[in-house]
């Protein structure tokens, strides 16, 4: 770029609005490195593993206007691949049990996505669904996951071979690490060449093909993303409880991640985040309650009263607000 | 081969469970000329239409673009020969500004847009241009404005700088006027004048008024097939077209009028 090169306004705007977003990024890193001596770490990690899930299943939701509801098939595969390396290789370091685990639910994303990236809206959904339910079944049947009862004992290792991870501050640190690639990944694509094709598929598909964009190829590459995301999400997130179950598998989970994603808004980068984080205290805060039974109909509930009043999202309400008084 | 004619189709039929809504239609048309195909509701228009811009895959017959058959294209390969088309209602991306709108047809040269990793800081070369063509429909003050704020008028007529960033041979537009204004109908057809020079245009158009001002050449359709094709004067003197399309009243009064 040159320098000599004149600022329109709207440059200039964008100029400010990135400077205002790397303030705010300063700010939650430097919250999110004192946390843990706030709060418990296990909790915050549980968050940040399922925040770069709803993260991931964002990316596909809010910014290619696809709508799984089949990624706990992603989420599971990368904490079970993860978890049967981790076990059967004690040499294997984390850092590489998670990229395996990662690079599986590539795999699987790839040939999901091609099943299913030709197909629209409802169908679209039920695809996924269907194919995530195969690998539900799977998951009970093959004799290495561990059945109905999963895989217990993974080792968490040392990471890089030097820096023991059984400490849960040091855990921290390394999921909060993952979580920051993940995000900045996202963060990258949205606001990237691809990312402006793919804001134009979503605003109108039949004009993007019109324009000599090959749409499908498109919508795949968003689906791998958000797989491999999602699979990266459940791979730490074994390391962490040092579990892999049939839970991660189970279309619940899928149902949850939508949840967490529409709570907090969809197709905003912080919507996940806050949703992620509001759903899994809700539950933790909950079960220790006596109203530990009836988790599920609260969050039904709110979810009920978020999509009625307010459908943006928490984040897309707060944002809808600030543009409004603050123009 | 007959080089003259950009656009041409063979026997073009496409068929719905039985129903025949475009039958054996044989269409010409030549380099450099505004073409339309006019005709009645239900005549066919806009399913030939989506037969020729791959929307829809033909029954039967062939469609050659300067000679070479492209039957089997698919809608996004042939917009990478120059065939470009609209669509009858606004195609824009609302959520975008005017200029990105136009940025986004002028990025895919790159061969960046499959670039996840890279920023999109890396398209700001491309703002000039996009400025430029935002100039030729006189959209240069509504640059950095959202689409879904702009009225509609303009929003066809940033549909149009959509387009010529592809620099298109041939343009495809789907009834570029409708829904629209006088004043706007008045600004559309002197934009497409303007921009059809050194391009092939084929129109559907419903707006007779426009079709006489601005075509070289009307096909006239009805249930399907070519009922009659020639100049304005050929086509609006000829009987059948009086009968089917316009009514024989609706002529006279054309005639009076003129």
């Not at chain 1, 990944?185 to 793919?198: E, F, N």
């Not at chain 2, 054996?24 to 006019?38: E, K, S, Y």
């Not at chain 2, 800081?121 to 240069?140: F, I, P, Q, W």
Request: aromatic share 10%; glycine share 10%; proline share 3%.
């Amino acid at each position: 770029m040159s320098a000599t090169q004149t600022l329109t306004p709207a440059m200039q705007r964008q100029r400010n609005a990135r400077l205002r977003r790397n303030t705010l990024y300063l700010v939650l890193i430097a919250i999110a490195l004192v946390a843990p001596f706030v709060a418990y770490p296990v909790f915050l990690m549980k968050v940040l593993c399922f925040a770069l899930f709803a993260c991931a299943f964002n990316l596909l939701l809010g910014y290619a206007g696809l709508l799984s509801f089949g990624h706990a098939a992603f989420l599971a595969t990368g904490g079970y691949f993860t978890g049967i390396m981790l076990a059967s290789y004690p040499g294997l370091t984390p850092e590489l049990g998670i990229l395996i685990g990662t690079l599986a639910a590539v795999v699987l994303g790839t040939f999901f996505g091609v099943l299913a990236i030709r197909r629209q809206g409802i169908y679209f959904a039920m695809v996924t669904l269907a194919l995530a339910q195969l690998m539900f079944f799977f998951f009970i049947q093959a004799p290495f996951t561990g059945g109905e009862d999963g895989l217990h004992g993974v080792p968490r290792g040392e990471l890089f071979g030097l820096i023991s991870l059984s400490d849960n501050l040091s855990m921290y640190y390394f999921v909060l690490a993952v979580f920051v690639i993940g995000f900045a990944i996202i963060q990258r694509t949205v606001h990237s060449p691809y990312g402006q094709v793919l804001k134009a598929i979503r605003e109108n598909e039949p004009r993007a093909v019109s324009l000599g964009y090959n749409v499908d190829a498109y919508k795949l590459v968003a689906f791998v993303l958000s797989a491999g995301l999602a699979g990266l999400a459940g791979s730490t997130k074994t390391v962490v409880f040092q579990l892999a179950s049939l839970t991660d598998a189970h279309w619940h989970m899928s149902g949850e991640v939508i949840l967490m994603t529409l709570l907090g808004g969809v197709g905003t980068l912080f919507g996940p985040l806050v949703g992620a984080g509001l759903v899994v205290s809700l539950q933790t805060q909950l079960a220790q309650s006596p109203l530990g039974n009836w988790v599920s109909v609260i969050l039904g509930l709110i979810f009920v009263i978020c999509v009625l009043s307010f459908r943006s999202g928490i984040v897309g309400e707060v944002q809808k607000m600030v543009r409004k008084n603050f123009k | 081969m007959t080089q003259e004619f950009i656009l041409e189709t063979r026997g073009l039929t496409k068929e719905f469970r039985g129903f025949t809504a475009v039958d054996d239609v044989n269409l010409q048309v030549r380099d450099g000329h505004i073409h339309a195909l006019i005709g009645p509701n239900g005549a066919g228009k806009t399913t030939v239409f989506n037969l020729l811009t791959k929307f829809l895959p033909p029954t039967r017959g062939e469609i050659l673009y300067r000679g070479k058959p492209i039957t089997s294209m698919k809608a996004n390969e042939i917009a990478r020969l120059g065939l470009v088309r609209s669509f009858q209602i606004s195609a824009v991306f609302a959520h975008m500004t005017a200029m990105e709108n136009v940025r986004v047809a002028l990025q895919r040269k790159l061969g960046t847009s499959f670039h996840f990793w890279k920023s999109e800081k890396s398209l700001d070369h491309l703002n000039d241009r996009a400025l430029e063509l935002l100039e030729e429909v006189g959209l240069r003050e509504y640059a950095d404005v959202l689409t879904v704020e702009m009225p509609y008028g303009r929003k066809r007529a940033l549909e149009v700088a959509t387009t010529l960033a592809l620099e298109p041979t041939l343009m495809l537009l789907d009834e570029p006027t409708q829904g629209m204004g006088a004043e706007d109908v008045d600004r559309i057809v002197e934009l497409i004048r303007r921009v059809s020079k050194g391009r092939t245009v084929l129109m559907v158009e419903h707006n007779l008024s426009v079709v006489s001002r601005l075509c070289d050449r009307i096909t006239v359709l009805a249930r399907g097939s070519v009922l009659a094709e020639g100049d304005y004067q050929e086509v609006s003197r000829n009987p059948l077209v009086r009968e089917a399309y316009m009514g024989s009243d609706a002529a006279e009064e054309e005639e009076a009028s003129a």
